[in-house]
């Protein structure tokens, strides 16, 4: 062997240890399941597929909470997780989960819509893998995850993606984005399968109310925003004046030439009142510097900082005072308690009286207060999700 070869083979070895750590951690990130302490409100855990056999062990299933009161009232479906690299969605269904009182109607809430997009980070991106929120008695750990559906689980994609059934060309990538598959198709592609098992749990289940979570960057004009379908503007708009007293929040319609989204497609295929709600999330503009964990949760980025003093940001930013993760949860919390409050005025014969922590009581005590120790729990309690 010459010695153009032995560096050959020293090179090609070195490359095999370092893809094997790298193996490692995306087999990791890929396995981790989240721990939750469902409040004493729940009732019981179903998953997607019910809706949609084909689903079931692929990576698209998913875990459904049903907190049923027994009692008459509207159903409400709440879920985060849509796109797993805006993490304040499924941290806010968590907490939701966690401390929902319910004296009558039902909450269906899930926290990992988007079950494969959570299951690595994003192609070509060094962002973190995880998140980790500190409580009284120790640390509880949530993935960070993609914008779209694995490639693991969707492949190849398209050279233009036809969305159905409107027809309407979108960028190729959206065939894998779980909010531009609405309302899907029963033997579509895995996104497209799973858009169609939310449209059926929402019309089976007659769900009244469906509040959709998000987070946005802040050069985003959408952002610190509800968007709702065309029958839910009323409420949505009267819901930004009562945030009003916590927090500055917007309030718009869905355009009804924008195909595949939540608040397009599930009003109009349903008959649920469909509202997604966008935080800031200081994080995934193409200005920040390094995505690190600690960006995600205190979120003080000094180009950001600049951004917005040139005016580019569609929102308030101070790196003095920025947007937290908790702030972040916290605002979805109160824009979901506060879209409830209008809907039981609206209908006050489908009313529903709950109560979970808002952003009040997340800025006061801190998200981890309201995290419980899987350890000190009544095992029938706890889930891995
Ligand atoms: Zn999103």
Redesign the pocket.
Known sequence: MNGSNIRKLIMLLAFLVIAGFAAAEFLDLRHYKETVVVSEAFTEKRMLSEWLPNLKNTWGDTPVYFYDSGKPGATVLIYGG??PY?PA?SLAVYVIMENLKLNNGRVILVPRADMSASTQGIVGHAYPQYLHIPTSWGQKVYRIGD?ETAPLDQWPDPFTYVHYPSGQNLAYQDLRNF?RTFPGRPNGTLTERMSYAFMELIRNEKVDLTIDF???SLMYPVVDTYVAHQRAEDLAFMAAMLCQAEMPMRSEVSPKNLRGLTHREVGDYSETLCVLV?TAEPFIDRVVGRVTEQLMIDGKDEFLQRAAEKGLLYTDYDINNAQTIDTRVGRLLTSAIELINVFNMMYPDRAIDLWFPRYTDIITNGMGYYLHNPDEAVPSRVFLN
């Open positions: 849509a796109h805006e969605g914008r909010n998000h987070e946005a966008e």
